[in-house]
């Protein structure tokens, strides 16, 4: 039997063939387990006997039965190994990746040109109060400038009131970073903002990025220095050229409306050139600004007698939409990767 088992193992030429030969010998019906039970019914000089040369066929039979199998593995790996190559030199399928939103592409990039400026990024809430929003920003209950914001109010408090909306600006931004910080103050804050209002160019959720300096002698010059070296970073040219319009707003005195150039090329206004020196252009508004309202410096709990500073406040949507070209505002946040990809933001 020991002969006629290994010479079965030796000449299994599979793994499965090497299974059928352990079933035969060690199976339930197995020919050495049918051995072992003959064990039982033996005298105990038999069994003396016999006893360790069964189980020692039952070794000899498990041993060669696991080498065998680790011989055949082996060499189904060798098989594979040899037949199948990797060649690393073929193209790989294109991954589709990910990519950066156009608005975010411009917030990361304003960040980074007031980062050369000295400024710091600031945040506050998109749930705002009726405080910061208004009344801190000089615009108290009975302004008509809050009728021309729009506003999304949360439902009243008990005592009437409505105290919660969402913010129509992020010019609260400039009231709590006063309130937290200790002047010199040079904060950028970049983030969401709403209003009741939607056609091609106003959608009720859009970005806006302020700007605030509080310092000591900052004057309209500087106001003014910095809005030029900032669009002419972001636009990337050097023939931006400002029109500072006085206008009007409540947290502001003087304010201004900034106004830069533009070109016509191929029907599209193209930012920069003097419109004064050609036909071929015009004014385009993209920033209010001005200097900082003392009530609303005193309303953050600062000095106005000592600290003075300017403001400014711009729509980042529209900021992407006139360095890239792109004409509609809505297409901004309808997640049309073919739109994104049209303006090259998307593979
Ligand atoms: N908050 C103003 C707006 O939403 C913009 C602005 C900011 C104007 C700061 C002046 C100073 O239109």
Redesign the pocket.
């Known amino acids: 039997l020991r002969t006629d088992l290994l010479g079965a193992i030796d000449a299994a030429a599979g793994l499965e063939p090497l299974e059928a030969v352990r079933v035969h010998a060690l199976g339930k019906q197995g020919a050495i387990t049918g051995l072992l039970k003959t064990l039982g019914g033996m005298s105990p000089e038999a069994r003396q006997e016999q006893g360790p040369r069964i189980h020692g066929l039952r070794e000899a039979v498990t041993e060669a039965l696991a080498a065998r199998k680790a011989a055949l593995e082996k060499a189904a790996l060798d098989a594979r190994l040899a037949s199948e190559t990797l060649d690393m030199t073929l193209p790989v399928d294109g991954v589709a990746a990910g990519s950066v939103h156009p608005v975010s592409q411009v917030m990361d990039e304003l960040a980074e040109i007031f980062a050369d400026l000295g400024f710091t990024v600031a945040t506050g809430p998109e749930i705002e109060d009726d405080w910061h929003n208004f009344t801190a920003l000089n615009i108290p209950e009975t302004h008509p400038a809050r009728a021309m914001h729009d506003t999304f109010y949360f439902p009243r408090e008990a005592d009437g009131s409505q105290k919660y909306l969402l913010r129509?600006?992020?010019?609260p931004v400039q009231i709590r970073t006063m309130m937290a910080d200790k002047p010199p103050i040079r904060i950028i804050a970049p983030g969401r903002v709403y209003r009741s209002d939607s056609d091609a160019t106003h959608t009720p959720m859009f970005h806006?990025i302020?700007g605030l300096v509080i310092d000591k002698g900052i004057t309209l010059g500087h106001l003014k220095w910095t809005l030029e070296t900032f669009l002419k970073a972001f636009f990337e040219r050097d023939d931006i050229v400002l029109r500072l319009r006085p206008s009007y707003?409540p947290?502001?005195e003087p304010?201004a409306e900034v106004d830069v150039g533009f070109t016509w090329q191929n029907g599209k206004r193209v930012i920069g050139g003097d419109p004064r020196a050609s036909e071929n252009g015009g004014w385009m508004e993209v920033l209010?600004?001005?200097m900082v309202h003392r009530k609303v410096i005193e309303a953050a709990g600062l000095d106005p007698e000592e600290w003075q500073g300017f403001?400014?406040?711009t729509g980042v949507d529209r900021l992407a939409m006139l360095k890239y070209g792109m004409d509609d505002l809505r297409a901004f946040f309808d997640g049309d990767l073919r739109w994104l990809r049209h303006y090259g933001f998307s593979a």
């Not at 129509?168 to 010019?171: F, G, K």
């Open positions: 129509t600006h992020t010019s806006q302020e707003f947290f502001t304010s209010g600004s001005g403001a400014f406040g």
